[in-house]
């Protein structure tokens, strides 16, 4: 018999096994994670499932979460410490939201991503959000029964991305962001209302490099997603345009953005950088009782007039973002690559809060309504 032929059975043996299996039963799914800063240490939260344990042919599933934090000097200490309290070794591959107490975000949040990054089974794929108040407050919120803590947080950006409030970053996409020049990010911004034991979408957090510097309300977290080029489709956006009509219904519009054209023009006059953002906005107007629309007039004067509002509030947005030294538009970005000299002659990080940064957004609505 040809000893090659008793070969194979051994290969297949040894190709079909597993050198680096981790089972289950050995391992505690974390799927929400938090991080706070207490005093000089970093605080970590995570909600640990608590499991009831079926029948020989059933499978365990979770019932509810249990709260546990502990303490470290850096983000992986404060993890080792937790593994004490654990009785199954934790594994954070499959975290899907990272939650970041404010007061931590203002000290920087890059030790955090960077023991996230560095471990080869690190959730990437994680949304990061920032909490007013503080993580574990965040994550000892009660929901529904056969909801997991992860699920709500989950479903909760998930639905504010769909409403044009905030777009949704994670880990992977965060991190070089932080290690580059001339572009900043912003991620959700939550506050926890105690009453209704529910946590509510305040806008965006907007980051100096990796560091927490202000934030953007609702309409201007819109706003940035126009500036941004943001190709989610109907995009939506409540409008006041009137005060002269009783019923205050009557005095907004609602529209949708259908579709953007952005281009970033850039001036340089005696050493003065200036920068225009300049947008194109086709609209649909989804509803607006004062006006059928049927008269072109009408369609005419009220695109004039959100067009007018619309312009006013990304001037605003642009302010503020300066203000908190925030190009999350990626203009020094795009000065680098395109205009290479003028950008190394430049302190990007101290001229951007002054440069003169102009938005000029024209609108033309395509849509009136089945009513005209």
Not at 19 to 24: A, I, P
Not at 68 to 82: F, I, K, P, Q, W
Not at 216 to 238: A, I, Q, R, T, Y
Not at 305 to 328: F, G, S, V
Request: contains cysteine; hydrophobic residues 40%.
């Amino acid at each position: 018999m040809d000893r090659r032929l008793l070969l194979i059975p051994i290969l297949s043996l040894i190709l079909a096994s597993c050198w680096d299996q981790r089972l289950l039963r050995d391992n505690s799914l974390i799927l929400a994670i938090g991080y706070d800063q207490v005093d000089n240490e970093i605080m970590t939260t995570i909600a640990h499932p608590l499991t009831a344990s079926g029948g020989p042919n059933q499978i365990s599933a979770p019932q509810r979460s249990e709260i546990l934090s502990s303490t470290g000097s850096s983000a992986r200490d404060a993890e080792v410490h937790m593994e004490q309290k654990v009785p199954e070794k934790f594994d954070l591959s499959k975290v899907k939201v990272i939650l970041i107490g404010e007061k931590l975000a203002s000290h920087g949040i890059f030790p955090i991503l960077d023991s996230t990054y560095r471990d080869l089974r690190g959730p990437l794929n994680a949304k990061i959000v920032v909490i007013k108040e503080n993580a574990k407050e965040g994550l000892s919120i009660r929901v529904r029964e056969a909801m997991t803590i992860s699920d709500y947080y989950s479903e909760l950006l998930h639905t504010s991305e769909q409403g044009g409030i905030t777009k949704n970053e994670n880990v992977q996409e965060i991190f070089p962001i932080t290690l580059s020049e001339g572009k900043d990010f912003v991620v959700p911004y939550l506050t926890i209302e105690k009453d209704e034991n529910k946590a509510k979408v305040l806008g965006v957090a907007m980051f100096d490099s990796d560091k927490f510097s202000g934030t953007l309300g609702l309409k201007e977290s819109s706003m940035l997603l126009v500036l941004s080029d943001n190709k989610k489709k109907n995009l939506p956006f409540n409008i006041k345009i009137s005060n002269k009509h009783k019923q205050e219904l009557d005095n907004f519009v609602s529209i949708q953005v259908q579709n953007i054209k952005r281009k970033i023009k850039f001036h340089n006059k005696d050493g003065l950088v200036k920068a225009t953002v300049k947008i194109d906005l086709k609209l649909a107007v989804e509803e607006y009782p004062p006006d059928h629309l049927s008269k072109k007039s009408k369609v005419e004067d009220l695109n004039k007039r959100i067009e007018r509002h619309l312009n006013l509030l990304a001037e605003n947005t642009i302010k503020k973002m300066q203000e908190a030294n925030c190009d999350a538009l990626g203009i020094g970005q795009r000065l680098k690559a395109h205009h290479y000299q003028i950008w190394k002659s430049l302190d990007w990080n101290q001229i951007y809060p002054d440069i003169p940064i102009h938005a000029e957004i024209n609108t033309e609505i395509i849509q009136q309504g089945l009513i005209n």
